[in-house]
């Protein structure tokens, strides 16, 4: 199974937003509406931050939202924050109990 | 809270084994299926393997069926993985996940590294 596809790197300044894609197919995440984000400080446990598409676990920010469109999902962040500097990435349901991750994108907050 | 503490990396030569484990706590162990996922250096998230709360591996990524072994100890809250006839490319880090609906994980550990010499 081939890895979403994502770009390598975001920015925004302080009180932005930006937009992270995710791109697939309709067999990952056209096909299912289980896609996540994790947000990832380099040297610490990835963190869940969307879950099924636009849900957010108990405590993730509000800034944090995602959306789906056909064969691309995309996770915003609003606001941004200093702390909010880390690597992304998106994880899909892909069928037959098989998931699969994006390559990551390194979001830098300016 | 939910913790999840990896240990077992090490630097291995190529064809050697390797025992990862995970220690779980702040949830009921039992309930969750639960998984290896890595990231090589410079690279992506990885899923390894995973399985189901009695111990069936549901899943194992090709380059490694035949070579890793995913198990659990329900009565020690533990995930173990073992790994034999190592590559070059095993070199990662090795996290630890609890699975949820969808391919979703929902709590990660720290990771373990492993590195395997050639």
């Known amino acids: 199974q081939s890895a979403l596809t994502q770009p390598p790197s975001a920015s925004g300044s302080p009180g932005q937003s930006v937009t992270i894609s995710c791109t697939g197919t309709s067999s990952d995440v056209g096909g299912y509406n289980y896609v996540s984000w994790y947000q990832h400080h380099p040297g610490k446990a990835p963190k869940l931050v969307i879950y099924?598409?636009?849900k957010r676990p108990s405590g993730v920010p509000d800034r944090f939202s995602g959306s789906k469109s056909g064969n691309t999902a995309s996770l915003t962040v609003s606001g941004l924050q200093a702390e909010d500097e880390a690597d992304y990435y998106c994880g899909s349901y892909a069928g037959s109990n098989k998931g699969v991750f994006g390559g990551g994108t390194k979001l830098t907050v300016l | 809270q939910v913790q999840l503490v990896e240990s077992g990396g090490a630097l291995v030569k190529s064809g050697g084994s390797l025992r990862l484990s995970c220690a779980a706590s702040g949830f009921t162990f039992s309930d969750y299926y639960m998984s290896w996922i890595r990231q090589a250096p410079g690279k992506g998230l990885e899923w390894v393997s995973y399985l189901s709360t009695s111990g069936d591996a549901i899943y194992y990524t090709d380059s490694v069926k035949g070579r890793f072994t995913i198990s659990r100890d329900n009565t020690k809250n533990s995930l173990y993985l073992q790994m034999n006839s190592l590559r070059a490319e095993d070199s990662a880090v090795y996290y630890c996940?609890?699975?949820?609906?969808?391919?979703?994980?929902?709590?990660w550990g720290q990771g373990t590294l492993v590195t395997v010499s050639s």
């Open positions: 996940g609890r699975v949820q609906v969808g391919s979703t994980v929902d709590y």
């Open positions: 099924e598409v636009s």
